[in-house]
């Protein structure tokens, strides 16, 4: 069922929906997080793909883990986003090897040990997974706020010739909205997953 937003603000919003998934109980999680697994990994760009990036969940966020594992299992190159330490605003992906350990970074998110020998830009993915906050059916995505997809994707504005990966938002159906409230810098989703369905794919 759709959140009502009669012109909510994106603060407000944002934090409507994170507590909506963060209600979510642990068994709740798991079962979102194999009937995602169940709704992607036989996906036509799921299969192609040989770079996807993906990402650790966090605040509630639906968890693309058995993706990641099965990509692995398949032969396929995994990515998980890495915070630049200067600019402070940027993310890149770097690949992940089965097994590695990771740390926190300052958001106290796991991620990889910075390597740029095994960082790969964006534009040279196949299949991008990105967690969000809202969503609507128009492939309208709302972020935490930090900006970091919609400054690493800004280039497929000035850029159109330049395709990149596919970008699915990932999510449980209780961050859907009737319509977001976007701004000029958000990067549009070819299409969104939830456990129980796929929306524009």
């Known amino acids: 069922m759709s959140i ?12 409507q929906l994170r507590e909506a998934r963060r209600a979510l109980s642990r068994l709740e ?8 697994y169940r709704q992607l990994a036989q996906h036509p760009n799921f299969r192609r793909a040989r770079h996807i990036a993906l990402y650790l969940p966090n605040d509630g966020e639906i968890d693309p883990q058995p993706l990641l594992r099965a990509a692995q ?23 992940l090897l089965p097994g590695e350990r990771l ?13 740029r020998a095994r960082q790969r830009p964006l534009w040279a993915l196949d299949l991008l997974l990105l967690p969000l906050v809202g969503f609507d059916e128009q492939g ?9 997809y919609d400054r690493s994707l800004a280039y497929r504005q000035r850029r159109k010739r330049l395709l990149g990966p ?3 938002g990932l999510a449980h ?5 009737a319509c977001l409230p976007l701004a000029s810098w958000d990067v549009p989703l070819h299409g969104v997953i939830t456990a129980q369905r796929r929306y524009g794919c």
């Open 166 to 168: 596919r970008l699915f």
């Open 73 to 95: 299992r398949r032969g396929k190159h995994t990515y998980l986003p890495v915070l630049a330490s200067w600019p402070r605003t940027h993310m890149r992906m770097q690949r």
């Open 29 to 36: 999680q798991r079962q979102a997080s194999l009937g995602l």
């Open 4 to 15: 009502p937003t009669e012109q909510p603000t994106r603060h407000s919003l944002r934090r």
């Open 173 to 177: 159906e209780c961050q859907k909205v």
């Open 140 to 148: 309208g995505r709302l972020g935490m706020g930090g900006g970091f």
């Open 103 to 115: 740390q926190r970074n300052r958001f106290g998110i796991a991620e990889p040990r910075p390597n």
